[in-house]
């Protein structure tokens, strides 16, 4: 089973690029909570999707509840679907606020979020976006693989690697261009592909050194959502290092294999 589970706008620019990748299959794009509990605004550059002009026709699963479903999906198979997390964990929060038995039924938690380094650590974007919901999940007995920007900055996708990703036909041409609007805004030739990153510890664990480490968050202020040490929470699987030529090729090569898969 694989589903998407975003707020509107993402779930709509997702489901085109997934279309555009392989229009023979049928998943469904459900739009997360739209409201973080922290009630701080999710901050966006605002040109995500703006190369399609019809982006707002896409059409996506806005009849079924996100959280329902995350609920509902991992109760019918408990232990066997693990949770991939790359934005705000609003909707992984109000999960736990629901159903009790969702951090059981969970086989494991994977954030793209926080900053784990040694020293000078940040509020990442997605932990800051909304700290309450990042509190209430590292306090939580979920099982969580953590993968910060300590380790997905080591990461960097140049000129190299867009050439390579433009010739996986429609889709690689619509990657390039949203990557290189990217570029633009920040005045670079190149990105971390962080979400990309925290997939791969999925698909390629082997690539990955992890040590368990106790996380808290801090709620309020300037620096709500930095990730700090906390004797007295949970035990999280906090991602430390990783093979760097070997990640950036095989997030390379999966976006050439999903454009070149054929119609099941």
Not at 61 to 74: E, G, K, Y
Not at 87 to 104: K, M, V, Y
Not at 165 to 179: D, F, K, Q, Y
Request: with cysteine; charged share 20%; glycine share 6%.
């Amino acid at each position: 089973m694989i589903a998407r589970i975003m707020r509107l706008h993402w779930a709509r620019l997702a489901r085109r690029l997934a279309r555009i990748a392989r229009p023979d299959l049928a998943l469904p794009f459900i739009p997360g909570r739209q409201e973080t509990l922290s009630g701080r605004e999710v901050w966006w550059i605002g040109h995500e999707g703006a190369l399609f002009d019809d982006l707002a026709d896409e059409p996506v699963d806005t009849d079924q509840d996100a959280v329902q479903f995350l609920i509902d999906s991992v109760a019918a198979a408990p232990g066997q679907i693990d949770v991939l997390a790359i934005g705000p964990l609003t909707n992984i929060a109000t999960c736990l606020r629901q159903d009790s038995e969702f951090a059981h039924n969970v086989g494991r938690l994977i954030v793209m979020g926080g900053d784990f380094a040694s020293h000078d650590r940040v509020a990442e974007h997605n932990f800051h976006c909304d700290a309450v919901a990042a509190q209430e999940v590292f306090a939580s007995s979920l099982p969580i693989t953590a993968v910060g920007l300590d380790v997905t900055t080591q990461i960097a996708l140049g000129q190299p690697e867009i050439d390579r990703i433009e010739s996986a036909g429609p889709l690689g041409v619509a990657l390039r261009a949203e990557i290189e609007q990217f570029w633009r805004f920040h005045g670079t030739a190149w990105n971390n592909p962080h979400d990309p990153v925290a997939a791969l510890t999925i698909l390629r664990p082997e690539l990955f050194e992890k040590q368990p480490r106790q996380i808290g968050i801090r709620g309020e202020g300037e620096q709500a959502g930095l990730a700090v040490t906390d004797q007295n929470s949970t035990s999280a699987d906090v991602v430390t290092s990783l093979d760097r030529a070997a990640v950036v090729e095989e997030i390379v090569a999966r976006i050439l294999a999903a454009a070149s898969a054929p119609a099941a």
